[in-house]
């Protein structure tokens, strides 16, 4: 059976999700898809001066944005063509990014059950330094996604 959503990312890696994405904001934090398997996808940013709170490092709600989004995305790049809405969003902030800096966001789904989806997330920096984790609880609605 094949799979049109996992073909489609597959095609992105390497590229800029801010040209190829279908989503709002994956065009927002214009990241670079590296890579993606069964359940996982790491996604390389580039911090910029519009993504950081006064103190010019990352703002957690941008980091928590990266990992919401890239969860979504390997939800759905596993074949799921209902759109799942995120229930809640659980997150540590360890260490801080500054502008300039590239960081590493990489999703992991641990368990897609009849409605409900379980996932972590983690943002680390070029020396593989976690800056961020998250686990989420995701819904599946009666919304069912297009294909693109």
Not at 30 to 39: A, K, Y
Not at 42 to 67: F, S
Request: hydrophobic share 40%.
């Amino acid at each position: 059976m094949t799979n049109p959503s996992l073909d489609f990312f597959t095609n992105l890696v390497g590229k800029p999700l801010a040209e190829n994405s279908p989503s709002p904001v994956s065009k927002w934090l214009d990241g670079i898809l590296v890579s993606l398997e069964h359940g996982s996808i790491t996604v390389e940013y580039t911090i910029r001066k519009d993504m950081c709170n006064p103190a010019h490092i990352l703002h957690g709600g941008v980091a928590a944005t990266m990992m919401d989004d890239i969860i979504g995305m390997t939800i759905f790049s596993m074949g799921h063509t209902a759109f799942y809405s995120t229930v809640n969003l659980s997150i540590d902030y360890l260490f801080s990014a500054k502008i300039g800096e590239k960081v590493t966001a990489k999703s992991k789904i641990i368990r897609v059950g009849k409605k409900i989806a379980h996932a972590e997330g983690e943002i680390r920096n070029e020396q593989g330094t976690i800056i961020a984790k998250c686990t989420t609880n995701l819904v599946s609605t009666s919304n069912e996604i297009k294909s693109l």
